[in-house]
């Protein structure tokens, strides 16, 4: 069990990196051409895409919760406006609905579309010929397009909201990658040293010394951004070497872009230094990340079942993938340009 984790774990890692790196590199390519098409590109391709993919996923999952306890939500219109909420920044990013670029320009489209998925879902439940339920669908239907829609937004705003180039990519795999290394310290110091349950009703095998090994994780590792950040500007390597020579001009070139944006010196913040943001960033990140993963075993200990889906092996469906990112970059987002401003 445990290897089966650690290859799948690194597998999606792998995936992850390789999709925001192909992103990247298309962004960059994109920035220096014309066109609405390019403009798209130049803020994003394989990663809205690949985040809009994974949300309608997870409604469908989600959606068939919600048949496992008798509700009926409007499925499709909720899967469409979905999709539309998570693109949204996107196409706002490349000037596309006429809200403009920039932070408040995408928020302001998601927002819309999230409110028009409300609406429209009203619409339904009024022209519907039986009223029974009525309510219960309605809720079903706002609470996909909520979870999955408007929150899952939050990593294309994050990835497209801050212009044109790769900064966005990178923060977001640092979030990303920040977020999973809970499930990893939480797992590690659970199996090793855990004693006191965390959630015994909602989650038998968690425990506090596990949350608390996730909270270290996700700490450690966005640390480890700074530190390496500063170890690759300095180039402090033994005599005879430099970072581009250790590990190859082109991933030194890329590593060196995405640790940047990450350790820059804050604009705001009190003057906190990059070293007690990143404590304070990966903190948070594991805190509200934990929280979205017992909500999701809410759910599923709800309708009585193991895993929302069956797409990778111990892994279970995408909602048991995306359970803690899906809450927790919605936090960073609002931590990095919000706060920080790094973003």
């Known amino acids: 069990m ?14 992850l990196t390789g999709l925001i790196v192909l992103d990247v590199v298309m962004a960059t390519t994109a920035g220096s051409s014309g066109g609405q098409f390019a403009a798209f590109l130049a803020h994003g391709s394989f990663i809205p895409l690949a985040i809009a ?17 008798g509700a009926a939500p409007y499925a499709r219109f909720a899967y469409v406006m979905i999709g539309l909420t998570v693109l949204s920044p996107w196409l706002s990013a490349a000037w596309w609905p006429g809200f403009g ?5 995408g928020v302001l489209c998601l927002v819309a579309c999230t409110l028009a998925g409300v609406i429209g879902a009203g619409v339904l439940t009024v022209v519907r010929s039986d009223v029974a339920e009525a309510l219960r669908d309605f809720a079903a ?6 979870y999955l829609g408007f929150l899952g937004a939050f990593a294309v705003q994050l990835r497209c909201g801050g212009g044109t180039g790769a900064d966005g990519a990178w923060l977001l795999l640092i979030t990303l990658l920040v ?6 310290g939480a797992f590690f110091a659970g199996t090793a040293i855990g004693r006191h349950k965390l959630a015994p009703s909602i989650s038998p095998g968690k425990t506090v ?25 300095t180039g402090s390597t033994p005599p005879g070497a430099d970072a581009a020579s250790r590990l190859g001009p082109v991933i030194a070139g890329y590593v060196a872009d995405a640790t940047r944006s990450f350790a820059a010196e804050p604009a705001v913040g009190g003057g906190l230094s990059p070293m007690i943001r990143a404590l ?3 903190a948070m990140l594991s805190l509200v990340g934990q929280i979205g993963d017992l909500l999701e075993s809410c759910f599923k200990r709800d309708v009585q079942i ?15 993938l995306i359970d803690s990112p899906i809450v927790a970059v919605p936090v960073a987002w609002f931590l990095l340009t919000a706060v920080w401003n790094v973003a």
Do not use: N
């Open 53 to 69: 993919a994974m949300a309608v996923l997870g409604a469908v999952e989600l959606a068939r919760f919600f048949r496992l306890k």
């Open 209 to 233: 010394e596990g949350a608390v090994g996730g909270v270290l994780g996700s700490a450690l590792v966005a640390i480890g951004v700074i530190a390496l950040h500063r170890w690759m500007a």
């Open 101 to 105: 670029s920039g932070e408040s320009a």
């Open 179 to 184: 977020v999973k290394s809970s499930d990893i």
């Open 306 to 320: 193991k895993d929302s889906g069956k797409i990778m092996p111990r892994f279970g469906g995408i909602l048991d």
């Open 141 to 146: 239907t706002i609470t996909m397009v909520v």
């Open 2 to 15: 445990l290897f089966q984790r650690i290859a799948y774990g690194t597998l999606a890692i792998a995936v």
């Open 280 to 282: 304070i960033f990966g």
